[in-house]
């Protein structure tokens, strides 16, 4: 289910989310006996799905990916790079396998769909994660979706658990930053047309940029000290959900409710 993609990737395009993914996702992986992670529409060739199941195994060792594709040709070509712990199958929303995943990961998938047809596409993959566990501490599962530039520099993707949304993380290069709302462009399909006055992720990219021309003075000890102190002063308006050493990673995470289209904008 659901429509093939223009297929386009690179390399190392999604170091950033994959990182995010291991640091904040890693010890539900750890912790599960089956540990399944999905690349959804990984595109025409198969490097994310390799790159995925490597950077994941850092964290947990016994962490298994799938690569799914809708496209038939691309998981033929992707077959020779199968390998212990890295399968791909024939697929898209319904995610064809046996036992739901602990993590969906989808990247650049959603950008050609209207925005009406997220909700319906998020709900459908968040009934296919693994369930929270409370008993034991767990979340459940996780989906991240989002959309990046051609060589990863910029990126912002929501994280949704079993029950739905949970965050929106915006992640960057800090020395190709020129201001917080470049990143804009990269909003994922959900919020990428409420950017406008009266929504919530507009006044937090103007509020964002505000902090980030106070900052300037922070820019003398580099870039990543002006990122780290303007994501500081946001956090007195702005429900930010992660800790300075993310921050210094050129991210910042803020809980979906403030952004989420038609919410209550801060400010």
């Not at 993609?5 to 395009?13: F, Q, Y």
């Not at 969906?104 to 959603?110: D, G």
């Not at 002063?233 to 991210?251: A, F, I, K, N, Y």
Request: charged share 25%.
């Amino acid at each position: 289910m659901g429509t093939v993609t223009r297929g386009t990737t690179n390399p190392n395009r999604l170091r950033r989310m994959d990182r995010w993914i291991a640091a904040t996702h890693g010890t539900e992986l750890r912790r599960a006996a089956d540990p399944v992670a999905v690349d959804l529409g990984y595109g025409a060739a198969p490097w994310t799905a390799v790159e995925l199941l490597a950077r994941l195994r850092e964290n947990a060792p016994r962490t298994r990916v799938v690569g799914v594709e809708i496209e038939p040709a691309r998981v033929a070509a992707a077959k020779p790079y199968e390998r212990e712990g890295l399968v791909f199958r024939h697929g898209g929303f319904e995610i064809p396998l046996p036992q739901r995943p602990l993590l969906i990961r989808a990247a650049n998938v959603l950008r050609q769909y209207e925005e009406a047809e997220v909700a319906a596409v998020w709900e459908r993959l968040c009934a296919r994660l693994a369930p929270a566990d409370p008993a034991r501490g767990s979340r459940g599962g996780l989906l991240v979706e989002g959309t990046c530039d051609e060589i990863g520099r910029r990126h912002v993707w929501v994280a949704l658990g079993p029950e739905g949304p949970r965050t929106v993380t915006f992640a960057t290069r800090l020395g190709s930053l020129d201001r917080p709302s470049d990143l804009a462009e990269r909003l994922p399909k959900a919020l990428i047309h409420r950017n406008v006055p009266g929504e919530p992720v507009h006044s937090f990219l103007r509020d964002f940029d505000r902090a980030w021309a106070a900052a300037a003075p922070y820019a003398s000890y580099g870039a990543r000290q002006r990122w780290i102190r303007t994501v500081r002063d946001l956090t007195t308006d702005w429900p930010v959900t992660d800790v300075p050493s993310r921050w210094r990673q050129g991210e910042v995470t803020v809980a979906w409710g403030a952004l989420a289209p038609g919410g209550v904008a801060a400010g």
